[in-house]
């Protein structure tokens, strides 16, 4: 399905995510319908909690090459993408990796939109504090760790213990809810991604693919436990979107009480 991002459309969404939305607009075209269908299930909050994971890769599976280069896995709509995504949850949550070796911002530039908490997956409290993702810019911020390391002023630390070498998803999870935060992405990276998909605890799983041939390089999501067969392999319902340089692979995880096209006139 091809999308266009109008600004009637991206209104209507940022208007559903602040609860402001009294009535969906009609007359959407059907590329606009299909952005409100990509993205409506992230803005809504009438329907409970939701935790959905987003990848960029290239066409043969990689998200970065040999040395590490990620910049330009994704093209400039994928970005976007992502920047709309961030703009539509209450909190983004990263692995430490991530945070360290990709200095992240996590924030809103390209598209409306209010930037969302920050949260760092950080067990050993391995994270600097001068990192790039924890400067101030007025969202909470947050980081998840299982040792008795302070933090910097107005970073929100949250103490869990570890079952056996990690933290439980699930209990990061509980943790971020019960502070506030209802919709969560799951940004990256791959192993973070991949904890929490094996853990069950995803309703969607976004897989951004971009036409480049890459060679070798970090995969794109790799499971500690994957499948021996392929009957046991993991079979979403799924819908494919064109945005232009990227195609975006919506995954749904988990059976949903309403279709998301079902708020869509």
């Not at 924030?107 to 939109?113: N, Q």
């Not at 103490?159 to 509980?174: C, E, F, N």
Request: charged share 25%; hydrophobic share 40%; proline share 7%.
């Amino acid at each position: 399905m091809n999308t266009e991002i109008t600004p009637k459309v991206w209104d209507q969404l940022l208007s559903m995510r602040r609860g402001t939305l009294s009535k969906v607009l009609n007359g959407f075209s059907p590329s606009e319908a299909a952005a409100w269908d990509l993205y409506a299930p992230l803005a809504r909050r009438d329907t409970g909690p939701m935790t959905v994971a987003q990848i960029g890769q290239s066409l043969d599976g990689r998200v970065a090459t040999v040395t590490g280069d990620a910049r330009d896995v994704s093209g400039p709509d994928g970005l976007a993408h992502l920047h709309r995504m961030r703009a539509l949850v209450d909190g983004v949550i990263i692995g430490v990796r991530t945070a360290i070796h990709d200095e992240p911002q996590l924030t809103v530039r390209l598209c409306e939109g209010d930037n969302p908490a920050k949260i760092v997956f950080d067990p050993s409290g391995r994270l600097p504090d001068d990192a790039r993702v924890l400067r101030d810019d007025g969202t909470r911020r947050f980081v998840v760790q299982a040792v008795d390391r302070p933090r910097a002023h107005g970073v929100e630390v949250i103490h869990l213990p570890r079952k056996g070498d990690l933290i439980d998803p699930a209990d990061i999870l509980g943790a971020l809810r019960a502070a506030g935060l209802k919709n969560l992405l799951v940004e990256g990276g791959g192993i973070t991604i991949a904890k929490f998909l094996e853990a069950g605890l995803l309703d969607r799983l976004q897989i951004a693919i971009a036409p480049l041939l890459i060679g070798d390089g970090p995969q794109s999501l790799t499971m500690a436990n994957p499948c021996e067969l392929l009957s046991q392999a993991i079979r979403p319902k799924m819908r494919a979107f064109s945005l232009g340089t990227d195609v975006v692979f919506d995954c749904s995880l988990r059976q949903q009480t309403q279709d998301p096209g079902e708020a869509r006139p």
